[in-house]
Structures are given as structure tokens and as C-alpha cells.
């Protein structure tokens, strides 16, 4: 169920804070990517990793490299790479990437959505509802200001595998904040991939999306700061499945 989060920037691991990447500073004592991944996996047991490339995402070119190493070293990685059409794709896919993030806040529209889920398949398609305070991150060619009208929108398309993720509570302590939101999901589509993910704090928060049915939980302060303990993450930290329907 756990996905720790690595917040790339310039190769290293930052620590996110409200989605204001300018103040984002690497991690100490170690900001080591390779590092930081095999203490997760040794402390917790956990090799699936959630990587946000926020240099990519800002639109420099993915930090391929470094995606192969930790593929090389063992890792599943879910990627964040600031997709905002469907060739950016093919350089993660040929990478080894286990599934690709289409994130709300670059995609170009439903179009593009579209055209990814045809080409690379909603198995391996991760749609990420990219929120700031509630809000949705998105362009107009949306047509929609509202969260839920989106992901109805997404899974039209075909989506299998939805990520609910609000930006302004990373790193800073407040909860999730999106449970209403993945409440609704669940009950809407009761068969889809839902994760979330954005300002656990502990324990209660893993069990609280549980109770609502969320798969899949993003983490990286609690586990960084050791607000999560070994305990924690072996009664709710079972590995995702490589795509939604895999055994």
C-alpha cells in the first residue's frame, strides 16, 4: 500500500514543502537517490518507489540515468516526469519504467490523455488529479474547475488507475485532505487503481484511506522523519500490483 515518494531536483532528494519547489532543499544526511531507496527497502522492505523529477517537470529533460540505475539496483518505479504529450512517454517506457505518471498540472488536455492511454495502455497509465488547496491544476482545454468532473472525464477516456495528490499539503504536517474526494472515487468506481497521496502524518492517515478503500498511499516525510515505524509499514505497506488487474 506505501509509495515512498523520492522528490528529485538536480539529482538529488529534496524535501517537499506546499508544492513551492523554490524553497525545496536536499535531504540530509544523505540526499543520495540509490542511497535513500535501499535504506527504504532494508528498513521496510518496501521496492516499489514513487519518483517526482521536478526538473522534468519544470521542463528539463527526464533524469533517465538515474531511473536506470535504480532499476538496475531492484526498483519498480512509478514516474512523475512532467508528461505533456504522448512522446515524452517513449524515453521512460525504453528507461524500464513501470508506470508512468500523466499529471493533471502538465498534461495537455483530454487529448493527450487519450492518445496516451491508446498508445502505452491504461495498465500502465497512472492519471494524477493534480490539486493546489482543493483546486484542480488544470489548463483549459479541460473545460472543468471541478476534481471529481475530471476523473469522470479521465476514466471516460479509459483510465484504470487514478493518483488524488494536493500539492499544498506536502511536507507540512495537515493530513491528506483529500479523503472526501477518494470517498467519492471509490464509490463511483469501485474496481479502479485510487492512490493517494500528499501530508501523511502517520499511522491513523494509512488507516483512515484504508477504511476508504484507497490501494495505494504516497509517502516520504513520515518515513524520512521516522513518524512511521517498521510496524506501521508492514501492517499497511504491502507492495502495489506492477498494473491494476495483475495478480
Known sequence: MILPVLDLMAGRVVRGIAGRRHEYRPLAPTSDPLTIAESFRERFGLSA????D???????APSLVLFETLIQ???ALWVDAGLAKTPDAAPLVRAGVTRI??????LQGPSALEELVRTWSAARIVFSVDLKLGAPLASSLWNDRDALAIAERA??????????????RVGVGTGIGTEDL???CR?????????AGGGVRGAEDLRRLADLGVDHVLVASALHD????????FTYGRQPRVAPGTP
Open 49 to 52: 518507489l514513487y519518483l517526482a
Open 54 to 60: 521536478l526538473d522534468a517537470i519544470a521542463g528539463q
Open 73 to 75: 539496483a531492484g526498483f
Open 101 to 106: 505518471i500523466a499529471g493533471l498540472e502538465t
Open 155 to 168: 476514466v471516460s477516456i479509459g483510465v484504470m488507475s487514478l493518483l488524488l495528490l494536493d500539492l499544498a
Open 182 to 184: 477518494c470517498c467519492q
Open 187 to 195: 464509490r463511483r468506481w469501485p474496481t479502479i487503481e485510487l492512490t
Open 226 to 233: 521516522g513518524r512511521l515505524s517498521r510496524d506501521d509499514v
